[in-house]
C-alpha cells in the first residue's frame, strides 16, 4: 500500500524531531519515519557513563529547554532520551516507530520512500538518518587475524565487560577519550590509547556552549568571505569532561602513536614493538548514513551530497539534516540542529506553495 505526505522524514532522532517541530508550526502535512521502535534516536544505544558537553539549557531542540537533570551538571545519555521522548510527545509530532525505509527513489513529479511497512509519496523528503548506523572502521592490514575481540565505539557499554583485560582503544577524538577515562578509571583493566597525533586537549573550561558559538561564528565568516579561523580544530580535539580530566590528572591516559597492523595476538608498531592484547575498541568516527539516497544518485566527495544549506543541489525536492557542518554549523549536535531545521522547513514551506 502506497501512502501519501507533503513531506516525509527519515529518521526520528533529535535531527528528525527538530524538522518536525518547525514543519507543525508551518502547518504542512508531514509524517516522520523511524527505525528506532521506541523514541530517543541514537541516545538508547551509548556507552553508560557518556554525558553531554554542555549543561541542559545549552544542549535543547527548538521550542523546549531541556530540564536540569538533578545531581548532574552535564545530562547522561539517559536523560537526553527522557527528553526526546517528552518533546515528542509534547508537539504532537507523527512519529512512526519501527518503520525502515530502505531506499528513495523519484517518482514522476514526487519522491518515493520504500518503507519495510509499505512506501510514502511525497513533495519533498527530509534526510535525518545520522551517522550512529554507520560505524567507520579503518583498513588496518592484519585486523582480520586477531583473534581477540574487536568492537567499535556502538558496541561498547561499560567497563565491568574488560574486568581484569589488556584492551586498546584506538581513536584522538572525545569518544576514543571518553572510553579510554572509563576503562581506566575502572582500576582494573591494562588500558592503551593509540591515536593518530598526541591528544590535543581543549581547555578545561571549554565545553559544548562555547564549541557550538564558535562552529558558528566560522560559518558566518565563511559565508560573509573572511578567511577561514580553523572554527572548533584550531581550539583542540577533546572536551575536557569530567572523568577525562579525572584520569588524565591522574596520569591513567597513557597514548601511544597508531599501531601499524594488528597480529594474531595483539598489534605492531612502526618500530617493531609488539603489544599483546585482549580487545581493541576502534573509536575511529561514522560516515554519514544515505545508502537509502543512492537510486537519487547524489553522492559526491567523501560520501557526502552536495547541498545548498540543506537542499540537494541535485534534487531540490530532498533536504539533508543533521551530519555536521556541510549541512549546517554544528548540525549533528542537539542545539544547532535547530536552525538549519527550520531553514529546511521554511524551503520546503515555500517550494511546496508554488
Not at 177 to 203: C, E, H, K, M
Request: aromatic fraction near 8%.
Amino acid at each position: 500500500m502506497t501512502q501519501a505526505a507533503d513531506v516525509v522524514v527519515i529518521g526520528g532522532g533529535q535531527s528528525g524531531l527538530a524538522a518536525g517541530y518547525h514543519l507543525r508550526r508551518l502547518g504542512l502535512d508531514f509524517v516522520i519515519l523511524d527505525a528506532q521502535p521506541m523514541p530517543g534516536g541514537a541516545w538508547q544505544h551509548t556507552w553508560d557513563s557518556l554525558h553531554l558537553f554542555s549543561p541542559a539549557a545549552y544542549s535543547s531542540l527548538p521550542g523546549r529547554l531541556m530540564p536540569a537533570q538533578p545531581g548532574e551538571t552535564y545530562p547522561d545519555a539517559g536523560h537526553v532520551v527522557d527528553y526526546l521522548a517528552d518533546y515528542e510527545k509534547r508537539y504532537d509530532l507523527p512519529v512512526q516507530h519501527g518503520i525502515r525505509v530502505a531506499a528513495v527513489h523519484r517518482d514522476g513529479d514526487r519522491l518515493l520512500a520504500d518503507a519495510d511497512s509499505g512506501a510514502w509519496r511525497a513533495r519533498a523528503v527530509i534526510s535525518a538518518t545520522g551517522t550512529w548506523s554507520r560505524p567507520f572502521l579503518p583498513a588496518v592490514p592484519g585486523r582480520g587475524v586477531f583473534t581477540g575481540r574487536q568492537l567499535h565505539t556502538v558496541n561498547y557499554r561499560r567497563p565491568a565487560d574488560f574486568a581484569g583485560q589488556r584492551v586498546i582503544v584506538v581513536g584522538g577524538g572525545n569518544s576514543g577519550a571518553q572510553i579510554a577515562a572509563d576503562l581506566a578509571l575502572a582500576g582494573d583493566i591494562d588500558v592503551t590509547w593509540a591515536t593518530q597525533r598526541p591528544p590535543r586537549f581543549l581547555a578545561d573550561d571549554i565545553d559544548g556552549r562555547v564549541l557550538f558559538d564558535v562552529a558558528t561564528a566560522r560559518r558566518r565568516a565563511l559565508d560573509a568571505g573572511a578567511d577561514d579561523t580553523g572554527g572548533v580544530a584550531s581550539l583542540g580535539d577533546i572536551v575536557a569532561v569530567p572523568p577525562v580530566r579525572a584520569a588524565r590528572d591522574a596520569g591513567l591516559l597513557h597514548t601511544k602513536p597508531m599501531f601499524v597492523r594488528l597480529t594474531t595476538t595483539g598489534v605492531e608498531w612502526a618500530d617493531g614493538t609488539r603489544a599483546e592484547t585482549d580487545a581493541i575498541v576502534w573509536c575511529t568516527g561514522f560516515r554519514p548514513a544515505l545508502a537509502l539516497l543512492a537510486p537519487l544518485g547524489l553522492r559526491g566527495p567523501r560520501g557526502h551530497v552536495p547541498t545548498v544549506g540543506t537542499r540537494a543541489v541535485a534534487e531540490p525536492r530532498l533536504h539533508l539534516l543533521g551530519y555536521g557542518d556541510w549541512t549546517g554549523p554544528a548540525s549533528a549536535t542537539l542545539i544547532g540542529v535547530g536552525r538549519p531545521a527550520r531553514d529546511a522547513a521554511r524551503d520546503i514551506a515555500r517550494q511546496l506553495s508554488n
